[in-house]
DNA sequence: AGAGCCATGTAACTAGTTACATGATTCG
DNA sequence: CGAATCATGTAACTAGTTACATGGCTCT
C-alpha cells in the first residue's frame, strides 16, 4: 500500500511520468523514507492501472508509458494520508545492532560505534547540501514538497551520529574503569570475595 | 537474517528459552527495534536447529520446547555485528507521510502533525518510564542489554514530537500569510500581475 | 559500429502478515 | 468446569529482493 501512495504522491507532485521516471524519482527523492526498485515499480503500476487509479498512454519512445493520475488516484492519496492511523512500526537493522551492542566487549562495540557515527556524519552532509540545493539540482523542492521530510532527514542523523559518539564514549568509560579495578586492586577483588 | 540475529542475541542475553517465551521478549524488549509475531518465529527457530544454531530439548509441559544457544549460533552473531556492514534502508510510513504532507491542504496537513505530537509524546513517556524502572519490570535491563537502544528510542521520539509541532506551526504560519495575502491585497495581487 | 543510457518487463526467491487450527495446563 | 493463558504450528497471501532478459534510441 505505501509503494501505491508514494507513487501516487510523485505523479501527484510531477505531473505525468513513465515508470522509468518514477523509478529514478524514488532514488533521488523519496529515498529517504521508502526504497523501491524498477522491478517492484512496474507490477506496481500495471495494477494501479487495473484500479483505475492511473490511466497509461503508450507512445514514447522505446515503448514508453507515460501515466497519469485520475482524480480516484488522487482520492485514494488523500484517503491514506488523513484518514487512517499509520503503521508504526519500523524495522531498522541500526537500531537491532544497538540493542545486541552491550553483548560485544565493550572496547569493540565503540570500535564500531565510531565507524557508525562516520557514516551518519556523512549522510548528514550530503542532506544538507540538499537543503541548500536550489530546484533544478533537487527537482522535488518545488512546491515545498518533501520540505518536512528532508528537515526530519537532517535531524534524524544528526541525531544518530550524536547517539553513536556518547554512547562509544560511554563504553569506553566503562572499559577504561573495568581495567582500572582489576589493574589496582588484587587486594579490593579480595575485599569484595569476603564479604 | 535480521529476525534470525534478533533471536541468536535474545537467546544470548537471557539463555534458553521457548519460541513462546522468544514471542514475548520481542514484543517487550526489542520491539523497538523489529518486530516479528510467533508465526514467523516459529519456523525461523526450526531453521536455525538444523543450521546447528541453537540446539532444542522438547521436555517441558504442554509440548514446551526449549531452544539454547549453540558455540556456533554465537559466533554466527559476533560475525553478524562486528563483521559486516549494516543495511542502511529503511521504510517507515511516518517519514513517507512526512514527505507527501506538503500535498495536502495547510491547515489540515498542520491538524494531522499535532496529532502525531500527541502520539509520539505518549510514546516517549512510555519509553522513558521504562528507562526508570528496575530490572523486574524489564528484565532485559539486566547487564545493561538494550541500554543502548532504549537511549536511541527515547531521543528519536522527542525528536519525532518536536519535529511534527515545528512542521504543524510553519504550516500554520504559512496559511495565515496566504489567508492575509488574499484578505488585504486585490491591488496587491493586482501590482504582481503586472511586473 | 559500439558504448551508454532509456525503457520495460519476468522469474525465483526470501521475508513478513493475517487468519486459521489445535490442544494442554493452571487457577479460581 | 470454565476461562485464561501457555504453547505450537500451518496456509494463503502480500511485499520486497536479486537476477535474468530484451531491445530501442542517441551520440560519437
Redo the contacts with the bound molecule.
Keep these: 500500500?505505501?509503494?501505491r501512495m508514494a507513487l501516487l504522491g510523485l505523479l501527484k507532485a510531477t505531473g505525468p511520468a513513465?515508470?522509468?521516471?518514477l523509478?529514478k524519482l524514488f532514488d533521488s527523492s523519496i529515498n529517504n523514507a521508502w526504497?523501491?526498485?524498477?522491478?517492484?515499480i512496474?507490477?506496481e503500476?500495471?495494477r494501479m492501472t487495473e484500479d483505475g487509479l492511473v490511466t497509461v498512454e503508450a507512445d514514447?519512445?522505446?515503448?514508453?508509458?507515460t501515466y497519469t493520475l485520475t482524480d480516484a488516484g488522487w482520492e485514494a492519496l488523500r484517503h491514506w494520508l488523513v484518514g487512517r492511523e499509520p503503521e508504526r512500526?519500523w524495522?531498522s537493522e541500526a537500531a537491532l545492532r544497538a540493542f545486541l551492542l552491550p553483548l560485544l566487549d565493550a572496547r569493540e562495540a565503540a570500535a564500531w560505534l565510531r565507524r557508525e557515527a562516520e557514516y551518519y556524519a556523512e549522510r548528514l552532509r550530503s542532506l544538507e547540501e540538499l537543503r541548500h540545493a536550489d530546484g533544478e539540482e533537487y527537482p522535488m523542492k518545488r512546491a515545498g514538497f518533501g520540505r518536512y521530510a528532508l528537515e526530519l532527514g537532517i535531524s534524524q542523523n544528526r541525531l544518530l551520529r550524536d547517539w553513536a559518539l556518547d554512547s562509544a564514549a560511554d563504553l569506553e568509560r566503562r572499559a577504561a574503569e573495568e581495567e582500572n579495578e582489576t589493574a589496582t586492586g588484587e587486594d579490593a577483588a579480595e575485599r569484595r570475595a569476603g564479604d
Design positions: 500500500m505505501s509503494l513513465s515508470g522509468y521516471d523509478a526504497k523501491a526498485g524498477h522491478s517492484q512496474y507490477p503500476l500495471a514514447g519512445p522505446r515503448g514508453r508509458k512500526h524495522r
